[in-house]
């Protein structure tokens, strides 16, 4: 199957692709899972992997391709590179944060960030909060960066009456 997007973001995993991959696309509606590649005996003394095990599994979330490779514990995520995920509602901000942070890191809740079980970093963002943090008048934006900057998960209400408050 020929991939038409130009950039496919590739996640590293020790040994965890394809579980990783099964449970993003139960996250996110229009999901799924396209490929799952296994490793050879070609190679084995550089990848060091059973032939037959799961090399990569290639996987879209909403229409958006992603790889995942089982790579070894050589490298872990860091929040250097984060995925955002835009919201109407703060049903959805409750319901992606719910699932994602399930299992995560939940020292690193911040701002909207969170980290999921498997050690990547998300951004569960309310539209909203971009047009407030951009709002004309900058004392309103500043009162919005100083609310969000005490949340963890992001409360549309509040920032709404923050913004409305002089």
């Given at each position: 199957m020929q991939n038409h997007h130009m950039i496919?973001?590739?996640?590293?995993?020790?040994?965890?692709?394809?579980?990783?991959a099964q449970f993003y696309t139960?996250?996110?509606?229009?999901?799924?899972?396209?490929?799952?590649?296994?490793?050879?005996?070609?190679g084995q003394e550089i990848h060091g992997k059973p032939a037959g095990t799961v090399m990569t599994v290639s996987f879209?979330?909403?229409g958006q391709p992603f790889t995942a490779l089982?790579?070894?514990?050589?490298?872990?995520?860091?929040?250097?590179?984060?995925?955002?995920?835009f919201c109407d509602t703060q049903e959805e901000?409750?319901?992606?944060?719910?699932?994602?942070?399930?299992?995560?890191?939940?020292?690193?809740q911040q701002c909207g960030w969170l980290k999921d079980q498997y050690g990547v970093s998300w951004q569960i963002i309310p539209r909203i909060l971009i047009e407030l943090l951009n709002h004309s008048d900058a004392a309103t934006a500043q009162r919005v960066t100083t609310a969000m900057l005490q949340m963890k998960k992001i409360d549309i209400?509040?920032?709404k009456q923050v913004a409305a408050s002089q």
């Amino acid at each position: 199957m020929q991939n038409h997007h130009m950039i496919t973001p590739c996640l590293w995993f020790d040994d965890q692709a394809e579980a990783a991959a099964q449970f993003y696309t139960s996250v996110f509606r229009n999901s799924k899972i396209l490929n799952i590649s296994r490793y050879g005996e070609a190679g084995q003394e550089i990848h060091g992997k059973p032939a037959g095990t799961v090399m990569t599994v290639s996987f879209e979330l909403n229409g958006q391709p992603f790889t995942a490779l089982n790579g070894g514990p050589t490298f872990k995520f860091n929040e250097a590179i984060s995925f955002q995920i835009f919201c109407d509602t703060q049903e959805e901000v409750d319901d992606y944060w719910q699932k994602l942070s399930a299992g995560g890191d939940e020292t690193a809740q911040q701002c909207g960030w969170l980290k999921d079980q498997y050690g990547v970093s998300w951004q569960i963002i309310p539209r909203i909060l971009i047009e407030l943090l951009n709002h004309s008048d900058a004392a309103t934006a500043q009162r919005v960066t100083t609310a969000m900057l005490q949340m963890k998960k992001i409360d549309i209400d509040e920032l709404k009456q923050v913004a409305a408050s002089q």
